[in-house]
């Protein structure tokens, strides 16, 4: 049997667990909290995440990170991506020397604008071999729900890929495999972006057309600052890219696309953090991913005004009157 570790008791970190177990794996779940990792073991239920939710009994929890890390062959990560340099520093030196890292995260680090990818190499001193990335749209409560959904595993060694797409792949979540580690990272970081701005504009009144043109030009925002990091332009037509941005975009369960509608109703920023209780990544990953855009040399003017408002306190219906009279331009450009 496949031995998995999955770092992250929160919602994907439990459903993805469920996941795992479902394809015939043998998963240790680690968490912070005692009376949680006891709960998973004694009631088969996370009831602070995902509640209602039965796990299969392959799931089992522990607070030791070096019980959870021992004969992993996969070590799955699912904590907030501000977080990860710190946790992952700590059990490091407790994982299996050939175990593969898997990244469940959609963010970008703060202060070093880093990939989580790249996050995981720096701690661990892993090639890019040993590390995948699992993206796409794949709203945690309805996996647990053991509803269809499809997603990406990406490793730059396509064998890897095929391995961690057999020990994930179940009747109800459908993995591709994919070598564009940069874009499908890429895709699930910037979707948080632009859902907390169509979320805003939910909150403002604003109609369906409005959200189309979020969408469509978000895609297009993305997709230029993953070219100019050597991402592939396929990437974001796919799942990780197009399919991960609707889902989040459309979903009431997405937090940032509920982050947006909370400031777009007129909440302060304050206000919104105090009524969040999960990870929302585009909260902070929008300052990242407008610093990699500047470094870069690309113009991403939804993430502009997503940062304006979510950071520098601009008033939604300035910032749209701001996005609207940008210069016109031509589509493609
Ligand atoms: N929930 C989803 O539908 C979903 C789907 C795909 C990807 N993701 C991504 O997965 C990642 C995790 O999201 P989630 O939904 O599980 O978040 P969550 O808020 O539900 O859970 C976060 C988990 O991290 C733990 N945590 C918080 N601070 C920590 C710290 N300092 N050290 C260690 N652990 C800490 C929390 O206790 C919790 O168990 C995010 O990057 C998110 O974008 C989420
Ligand atoms: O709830 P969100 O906004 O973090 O989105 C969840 C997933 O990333 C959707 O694929």
């Known amino acids: 049997m496949t031995r998995v570790a999955v770092y ?113 190499e720096e701690i661990t001193g892993a090639g890019p071999d040993r590390i995948a990335v699992l993206s796409g749209p794949n709203l945690a409560r309805e996996i647990a729900e053991r509803q269809p959904a499809a997603s990406v595993v990406a490793c730059r060694d396509e064998d890897v890929a095929r391995r961690l797409q057999a020990a994930c792949h179940t009747p109800y ?10 874009g499908c990272e890429l895709g699930g970081a910037v979707k948080n972006v632009i859902a907390l701005a169509v979320g805003i504009a939910d909150g403002m009144g604003l109609g369906d057309n409005a959200k189309a043109s979020l969408i469509t ?72 991913v407008l610093e990699l855009a500047r470094r870069h040399g690309v113009e991403m003017p939804i993430t502009e005004t997503v940062v304006g408002i979510v950071h520098e306190g601009k008033p939604p219906l300035v910032a749209l009157k701001e996005l609207m009279s940008r210069s016109a331009k031509a589509e493609r450009r």
């Not at 979540?173 to 940069?182: E, H, K």
Request: glycine residues 10%; charged residues 15%.
């Open 8 to 120: 992250g008791t929160g919602s994907w970190g439990t459903a993805f667990a469920m996941v795992l177990a479902d394809a015939g794996c043998e998963v240790t779940l680690w968490g912070r909290r005692a009376e949680l990792a006891e709960a998973v073991n004694t009631t088969r239920t996370n009831p602070d995440y995902l509640p209602g939710v039965t796990l299969p009994e392959t799931v089992r929890a522990t607070t030791d990170p070096a019980e959870a890390a021992a004969g992993a062959e996969f070590t799955v990560l699912a904590v907030p991506s501000q977080t990860l340099r710190g946790n992952l520093s700590a059990w490091t030196p407790l994982l299996p020397p050939d175990t593969v890292l898997v990244s469940l995260m959609k963010g970008v680090e703060l202060g070093t604008a880093k990939r989580m990818s790249e996050v995981i």
């Open 173 to 182: 979540f459908r993995p591709y495999t994919n070598t564009d580690v940069v």
């Open 217 to 288: 030009r978000g895609l297009a925002e993305t997709t230029r600052l993953g070219l100019a990091m050597g991402a592939d332009a396929h990437t974001f037509a796919g799942l990780a890219g197009m399919g991960d941005l609707v889902a989040t975009c459309s979903s009431p369960l997405s937090r940032n696309h509920t982050f947006g509608t909370n400031l777009g109703r007129g909440m302060t920023l304050q206000e919104t953090i105090a009524v969040t209780r999960q990870t929302a990544e585009g909260v902070k990953s929008c300052e990242s």
